[in-house]
């Protein structure tokens, strides 16, 4: 079957969510995080575990055995026989039969199983780029105060979570969780953390929340997310600066480190104070502003963590930025010692995703 008939563009959708989408059921194979991030309106998330997708290889469970949420499976066995059913993941251009991914596993099913079902050329990425104003964010989730803490394992003072960063993945951890330490006031949850007098930690909901900026003076705003807006970037009160980077283990942020920390500079050049946030304020935001630390404050990634720690107990970066701010440290010309537990401890080692240096675990 060619692609054609296999396919819908993202002009096609957006003709049909214009007039409603009365009949069409939108199905994101995303990751749950980058669901929440963003995704295209009315879309149900699908994401896959593991070992889900194993099952769901061997053809044994039914399509809706895998959506989360009750009231989507009733949507979803509603209209699924009805309505036209489109896919999408993060960037898929080109079909193959036979594939092994989320998308090409639900495609055949619902083909199947009878529905008339396609694929979004391009996925969400190419549709955001043309039709932002058809995507949706999860705000109300933006910050982690509510989400609960998930088995970890110790890496110092970092925890690395157990979980997958996609469906499709057994191997490599999205990001840390929580530290199992005294809670954060609640007073604390919804505020930015001031990391020095003039740089402020904080989440999407701080970043359009008039009040907070006024009260901390912060007219600068980084927005380290690749579809969150820049709320007040038109009205001349505020001067932004947007890193186009999901919370993924695939992701460079590295790369974005100077022109950030310039942008940093230039707002304590101007007397003004700058909110750094991403989504949940957890791990992009927290990675830009440890490597604003380090190279400004002359201090190494060990030291540069537990300061932004000490200020904001929930950092949980990314496991693999942890790996770009080790790469980081190395062209600063300062190296954190690997071990400086007494050697009669038992040790452990790991390797980041994304190259082979070797770092030590600690024992918990």
């Not at 053809?59 to 949507?75: A, L, R, S």
């Not at 929930?314 to 071990?339: A, K, V, W, Y």
Request: glycine letters at 6%.
């Amino acid at each position: 079957m060619s692609n054609v008939r296999l396919s819908k563009s993202v002009e096609w959708l957006q003709l049909e969510l214009e007039g409603g989408g009365a009949a069409l059921l939108l199905l994101d194979c995303r990751s749950h995080e980058l669901y929440e991030s963003s995704h295209i309106e009315s879309a149900i998330n699908v994401a896959v575990t593991g070992l889900m997708l194993r099952r769901f290889r061997k053809g044994n469970i039914p399509v809706q055995t895998i959506i989360p949420t009750h009231e989507d499976k009733e949507k979803f066995t509603r209209r699924c026989k009805t309505d036209t059913v489109v896919l999408y993941d993060e960037s898929s251009v080109d079909w193959q039969d036979g594939g092994t991914t989320v998308l090409s596993l639900l495609l055949n099913k619902l083909r199947e199983d009878g529905c008339e079902a396609y694929y979004l050329q391009g996925g969400f990425v190419k549709f955001h780029t043309e039709y932002p104003e058809h995507c949706e964010t999860l705000l109300d989730s933006s910050c982690p105060s509510s989400s609960p803490p998930m088995p970890v394992l110790g890496f110092g003072n970092l925890r690395i979570s157990s979980d997958c960063s996609d469906g499709e993945s057994d191997r490599e951890p999205i990001s840390a969780t929580e530290p199992e330490e005294s809670p954060i006031p609640s007073n604390q949850l919804d505020l930015p953390v001031e990391i020095l007098p003039y740089l402020y930690l904080g989440c999407a909901k701080d970043s359009t929340n008039l009040d907070v900026l006024g009260r901390y003076n912060i007219t600068y705003i980084l927005n380290v997310t690749p579809n969150l807006p820049n709320m007040f970037e038109h009205d001349g009160h505020f001067r932004y600066k947007q890193i186009p980077i999901s919370d993924h283990w695939s992701q460079n942020l590295s790369k974005y480190f100077p022109e950030a920390i310039s942008f940093i500079d230039e707002a304590r050049s101007k007397r003004c104070c700058i909110l750094v946030h991403c989504l949940a304020g957890i791990s992009r935001s927290v990675t830009v502003t440890v490597a604003y630390l380090m190279q400004k404050l002359n201090l190494s990634l060990n030291d540069a963590y537990d300061f932004v720690k000490r200020k904001k107990a929930n950092i949980s970066p990314n496991f693999n930025f942890m790996g770009q701010l080790l790469d980081f440290e190395r062209t600063l010309g300062r190296h954190t010692p690997c071990d400086n537990r007494p050697s009669s401890e038992e040790q452990l080692f790991f390797t980041t995703p994304t190259n082979h240096n070797v770092f030590h675990l600690e024992s918990t």
